[in-house]
T-cell receptor, first 115, second 113 residues
Framework: GAVVSQHPSRVICKSGTSVKIECRSL??????MFWYRQFPKKSLMLMAT?????????EQGVEKDKFLINHASLTLSTLTVTSAHPEDSSFYIC???????????FGSGTQLSVL | KQEVTQIPAALSVPEGENLVLNCSFT??????LQWFRQDPGKGLTSLLL?????REQTSGRLNASLDKSSGRSTLYIAASQPGDSATYLC????????????FGKGTHLIIQP
């Protein structure tokens, strides 16, 4: 099956710094990538949709200036958490699909801890 | 707005038992329903995808059923093994939102050796 690689798997940073998370599709061209946030014992919440070559579309309540998304190629999308604060600590997961394929393939997630 | 509920939230059973995980959704106008497995601190692995026109899907020891009219799906795991321990998520694709998916909170399953 299709493979989505997410890096890093875990990051600890100081409050006020920025953190970049990468999501790569290894064996297919991802026309669309999605970014989710997951709190302990909670559902995945969609944050934004990333389409190659265009601006990301953010869900209601998600600050686009805080969560910068770039989808510069068909195999790579990045999420940058700018000026991170402890409340940004969470598990972030990406997913990807190609064309009209309805199946989503998920990355392994990134646990962000902001001190 | 679509809402997905999974029951039970947690389940612990001895190895070898057959078990059923439940998923219910409020809006029956769906395209498909998907069951995922999530291991601690990891991403999601797709287990089974059932189209709205289908009643069930099977993969190995897993069988998922769908009753769209009543807004229910079950995931049946036969002859459970310790390696089945994980959180199982149900996601409904009803076209709302960019990815079309609404996730349940999951069932945390522990299979005791």
């Amino acid at each position: 099956g299709a493979v989505v690689s997410q890096h890093p798997s875990r990051v600890i940073c100081k409050s006020g710094t920025s953190v970049k998370i990468e999501c790569r599709s290894l064996d297919f061209q991802a026309t669309t990538m999605f970014w989710y946030r997951q709190f302990p014992k909670k559902s995945l919440m969609l944050m934004a949709t990333s389409n190659e070559g265009s601006k990301a579309t953010y869900e209601q309540g998600v600050e686009k200036d805080k969560f910068l998304i770039n989808h510069a190629s068909l195999t790579l999308s990045t999420l940058t958490v700018t000026s991170a604060h402890p409340e940004d600590s969470s598990f972030y997961i990406c997913s990807a699909r190609w064309g009209g394929n309805e199946k989503l393939f998920f990355g392994s997630g990134t646990q962000l801890s902001v001190l | 707005k679509q809402e997905v509920t999974q029951i039970p939230a947690a389940l612990s059973v001895p190895e070898g038992e057959n078990l059923v995980l439940n998923c219910s959704f409020t809006d029956s106008a769906i395209y498909n329903l998907q069951w995922f497995r999530q291991d601690p601190g990891k991403g999601l692995t797709s287990l089974l995808l059932i189209q709205s026109s289908q009643r069930e899907q099977t993969s190995g020891r897993l069988n998922a059923s769908l009753d769209k009219s009543s807004g229910r799906s079950t995931l049946y795991i036969a002859a459970s093994q310790p390696g089945d321990s994980a959180t199982y998520l149900c996601a409904v694709n009803s076209g709302g939102g960019a990815d079309g998916l609404t996730f349940g909170k999951g069932t945390h399953l522990i299979i005791q050796p």
